[in-house]
């Protein structure tokens, strides 16, 4: 079945960085195009990243320039490379896979039933 298994979250501080990993399973990792969705307390989800099975990417406005997304298909691992991070990036990360047009999404408010799956959350708390 499909597992999608992130870690690296932490707490740091404004301007520090972290990566974000996500270990993937149970499906041709490399055939699909993989999404960053983060949602903070009483807010929204957005989808800040994704990355197309070519390696084509997309970020959203809020994080152009400082995250970087990318993918490992010898490991079957998706990143999230943040920087100058800032408090109001605090959130918890999601790594998700299966949407039927996950480009559109980046930058928006996603539902939980545009994506098939989804990973249990990694906390990233800025302060």
């Known amino acids: 079945h499909v597992q999608l298994v992130e870690s690296g979250g932490g707490l740091v501080q404004p301007g520090g960085s972290l990566r974000l990993s996500c270990a993937a399973s149970?499906?041709?990792?490399?055939?699909?195009?993989m999404s960053w969705v983060r949602q903070a307390p009483g807010k929204s989800r957005e989808a800040v990243a994704q990355i197309d099975a070519d390696g084509s990417k997309l970020v959203g406005d809020s994080v152009k320039g400082r995250f970087t997304i990318s993918h490992d298909n010898a490991k079957n691992t998706l990143y999230l490379q943040m920087d100058s991070l800032k408090p109001e990036d605090t959130a918890m990360y999601y790594c998700?896979?299966?949407?039927?047009?996950?480009?559109?999404?980046?930058?928006?408010?996603?539902?939980?039933?545009?994506?098939?799956?989804w990973g249990q959350g990694t906390q990233v708390t800025v302060s």
């Open positions: 149970g499906f041709t990792f490399s055939s699909y195009a």
């Open positions: 998700a896979a299966g949407s039927l047009d996950p480009a559109c999404l980046v930058g928006r408010h996603p539902q939980r039933t545009d994506f098939g799956f």
